[in-house]
């Protein structure tokens, strides 16, 4: 077994060494939101240029393969980035540099930081991909759109926006789409997620062979989701995979011990630990937005049934307490032997007048 763990330690860590994209500002995490960003396309096409939103709209990614230095301007027009063929530089006398270090925008711009100024350009990595956030796609008000308020159970198309590049001296623009998706029905998933977990401790009860299987599928189901969150950019997150590694696991070998170790590990860390996609519409993964819900949803419930049927297994493996030796049945006390003295002190008795 220790050999195994071993195993898959190795494995997670060969899956988190690959280098990810470049970032202009790295720092905070993905997080989930009810407002969907969507890039519709670039206004005037340039080959080896491709721009998608990332991290679940947190984020806009550039990829420039053209061979050719890509600007993309900040919030006055200044330049703010150049992906350049051998890396990506930033503008230090851009206030964008520092409104964009975090999602919320709330960093300080220094007096320094003068739009109107020669850029003043430093190497932030060595990659022709790079993400940054940007707050001309995203909705930075802390109230509601008057829309939403007005009707939040519907969906709702909120504005168009736009993100100006330069191509030496031409410009161009990256165009897209902000909308609010109302949130889905949290207390519906964690219903299902207690179903199946009652479920699966039935079935795993009733059929003991069947927890290799059901084990395999919460682990497959958690990598699948770790792949989708990746493919958007969001990055490998280690913790869900060594979950889903460890439930995989199971289906090989699962003594009591270690099915209640796995089945702990994948409803509390990969279930519980990413149970905010029970409450908000935009989740940070490609593919159909109900599969992360339905992924957490089966980490809880198959991590949870698994628990619960390692926990019975070991009850039941457990010796039975062995009684205390009882005490030799002596059976009736014989009377005591009758003397003349006995009959003098307590002449009463019957048995002295015999």
Same mark, same amino acid.
Request: aromatic share 8%; charged share 15%; with cysteine.
């Given at each position: 077994?220790?050999?195994?763990?071993?195993?898959?330690?190795?494995?997670?860590?060969?899956?988190?060494?690959?280098?990810?994209?470049?970032?202009?500002?790295?720092?905070?995490?993905?997080?989930?939101?009810?407002?969907?960003?969507?890039?519709?396309?670039?206004?005037?096409?340039?080959?080896?240029?491709?721009?998608?939103?990332?991290?679940?709209?947190?984020?806009?990614?550039?990829?420039?393969?053209?061979?050719?230095?890509?600007?993309?301007?900040?919030?006055?027009?200044?330049?703010?980035?150049?992906?350049?063929?051998?890396?990506?530089?930033?503008?230090?006398?851009?206030?964008?540099?520092?409104?964009?270090?975090?999602?919320?925008?709330?960093?300080?711009?220094?007096?320094?930081?003068?739009?109107?100024?020669?850029?003043?350009?430093?190497?932030?990595?060595?990659?022709?991909?790079?993400?940054?956030?940007?707050?001309?796609?995203?909705?930075?008000?802390?109230?509601?759109?008057?829309?939403?308020?007005?009707?939040?159970?519907?969906?709702?198309?909120?504005?168009?926006?736009?993100?100006?590049?330069?191509?030496?001296?031409?410009?161009?623009?990256?165009?897209?789409?902000?909308?609010?998706?109302?949130?889905?029905?949290?207390?519906?998933?964690?219903?299902?997620?207690?179903?199946?977990?009652?479920?699966?401790?039935?079935?795993?009860?009733?059929?003991?062979?069947?927890?290799?299987?059901?084990?395999?599928?919460?682990?497959?189901? %958690? #990598? @699948?989701?770790? +792949?989708?969150? $990746?493919?958007? /950019?969001? =990055?490998? &997150?280690? !913790?869900?995979?060594? *979950?889903?590694?460890?439930?995989?696991?199971?289906?090989?070998?699962?003594?009591?011990?270690?099915? %209640? #170790? @796995?089945?702990? +590990?994948?409803? $509390?860390?990969? /279930?519980? =630990?990413? &149970?905010? !996609?029970?409450?908000? *519409?935009?989740?940070?993964?490609?593919?159909?937005?109900?599969?992360?819900?339905?992924?957490?949803?089966?980490?809880?419930?198959?991590?949870?049934?698994?628990?619960?049927?390692?926990?019975?297994?070991?009850?039941?493996?457990?010796?039975?307490?062995?009684?205390?030796?009882?005490?030799?049945?002596?059976?009736?006390?014989?009377?005591?032997?009758?003397?003349?003295?006995?009959?003098?002190?307590?002449?009463?008795?019957?048995?002295?007048?015999?």
């Amino acid at each position: 077994m220790r050999r195994f763990l071993s195993a898959i330690l190795a494995v997670a860590g060969a899956i988190l060494t690959p280098a990810t994209p470049a970032f202009a500002h790295a720092g905070d995490t993905t997080s989930v939101s009810d407002y969907r960003v969507t890039v519709t396309g670039l206004s005037n096409p340039m080959d080896g240029v491709t721009v998608r939103v990332v991290e679940g709209g947190a984020r806009l990614e550039l990829r420039n393969d053209s061979g050719r230095a890509v600007e993309i301007l900040g919030y006055s027009g200044e330049p703010y980035l150049e992906v350049r063929p051998d890396g990506t530089y930033e503008n230090t006398a851009s206030p964008a540099t520092y409104l964009n270090e975090t999602l919320t925008g709330e960093t300080p711009v220094p007096p320094a930081a003068d739009p109107t100024t020669a850029p003043t350009w430093r190497k932030v990595s060595g990659d022709t991909e790079v993400r940054w956030h940007d707050q001309r796609t995203r909705w930075t008000e802390a109230t509601l759109p008057a829309e939403v308020t007005a009707a939040p159970d519907r969906p709702h198309r909120l504005r168009e926006w736009s993100v100006p590049l330069r191509d030496q001296v031409r410009t161009f623009e990256i165009q897209g789409t902000l909308g609010y998706e109302p949130p889905p029905v949290a207390w519906a998933w964690w219903t299902g997620a207690a179903l199946l977990g009652l479920a699966v401790a039935f079935i795993a009860h009733r059929w003991p062979g069947s927890a290799g299987p059901l084990a395999l599928f919460g682990g497959l189901t %958690t #990598l @699948a989701y770790v +792949v989708t969150s $990746a493919l958007d /950019g969001a =990055g490998w &997150a280690g !913790v869900p995979i060594l *979950a889903g590694l460890l439930a995989c696991a199971a289906a090989w070998r699962h003594p009591p011990f270690y099915l %209640t #170790l @796995a089945g702990f +590990v994948l409803a $509390a860390f990969a /279930g519980f =630990g990413g &149970a905010d !996609v029970f409450f908000a *519409a935009v989740v940070p993964t490609a593919g159909p937005g109900w599969f992360p819900r339905a992924a957490v949803a089966v980490a809880v419930g198959v991590g949870a049934g698994l628990a619960v049927t390692g926990v019975l297994r070991l009850r039941a493996a457990l010796p039975e307490p062995v009684p205390a030796p009882r005490a030799p049945d002596r059976g009736p006390e014989a009377p005591l032997p009758i003397t003349p003295d006995a009959c003098s002190r307590d002449p009463g008795p019957d048995h002295c007048s015999r």
